[in-house]
Every structure is written in structure tokens, then in C-alpha cells.
């Protein structure tokens, strides 16, 4: 399984921006899909996820401005990003699990996802 993103880049606090992670190799119907991100000096955080059923989960710190997304038809997971703030600034990474829709927590920050794209940047300005 190969995961890439892309879509990273600057934009100014309060705009909005959109990444994208393409998957391909060998997928599943069955999955569950996430976003997790690293600040500079900090540790990975979750981010969302969804999985086949549908179902996503959101950190607080971006529940209401953030909505992450799967077309299955491209094969592509989405993270469209709203109301950016600095603290948004981070790299992003895609990570996956085939085989069923369990999620893990987020709070574990991907523990348990097994497949990792190499991230994008987001860098959000004043």
C-alpha cells in the first residue's frame, strides 16, 4: 500500500486549505482512514479519521472547522481545513488499516494504523 499526499502549503490564519491522500497498491473495502499531525518540537497528534462505515471522530482542537473525507471511487482521503489558526501548523501525515473498520483512538496518535504516507506541510501565518 502507497500513500501520498499532497496539497500542503501556506496559507494566512482564518483561510482554508485542502490535502489530499491518494492510495493505492493493495486496498480493502473495509478500512479505516486518518489525518494525524506533527508541530515542530511537539509530538504526533491525531488529527480525524473515518472509517468504511462512515463514521469519523475529530480532535476538539479542530472539531467544527475541520472535515476529513474519503472518495472511494479515487481511492482518495481528504482533510479539508477551515478557520486555520498558527497552532494548525504542522506536518500532516495520512495513515491507514485495511481489513476493518476499527479506528484507533485518537488520542493514541496513530497507534495502530499501519500504513504511513511520508506527510505534507502546512505552515498557517498571521
Known amino acids: 500500500v502507497q500513500l501520498v499526499e499532497s496539497g500542503g502549503g501556506s496559507v494566512q490564519a482564518g483561510g482554508s486549505l485542502r490535502v489530499s491522500c491518494a492510495a493505492s497498491?493493495?486496498?480493502?473495502?473495509?478500512?479505516?482512514m486518518g489525518w494525524f499531525r506533527q508541530a515542530p518540537g511537539k509530538e504526533r497528534e491525531g488529527v480525524a479519521t473515518i472509517n468504511s462505515d462512515g463514521t469519523t471522530t475529530y480532535a476538539d482542537s479542530v472539531k467544527g472547522r475541520f472535515t476529513i473525507s474519503k472518495d472511494n471511487a479515487k481511492n482518495t482521503l481528504y482533510l479539508q481545513m477551515n478557520r486555520v489558526k498558527e497552532e494548525d501548523t504542522a506536518k500532516y501525515y495520512c495513515?491507514?488499516?485495511?481489513?476493518?473498520?476499527?479506528?484507533?483512538?485518537?488520542?493514541?496518535?496513530?497507534?495502530?494504523?499501519?500504513?504511513w504516507g511520508k506527510g505534507t506541510l502546512v505552515t498557517i501565518s498571521s
Open positions: 497498491g493493495y486496498t480493502h473495502s473495509s478500512y479505516c
Open positions: 495513515a491507514a488499516r485495511y481489513g476493518g473498520g476499527w479506528c484507533p483512538p485518537l488520542h493514541t496518535a496513530g497507534y495502530g494504523m499501519v500504513h
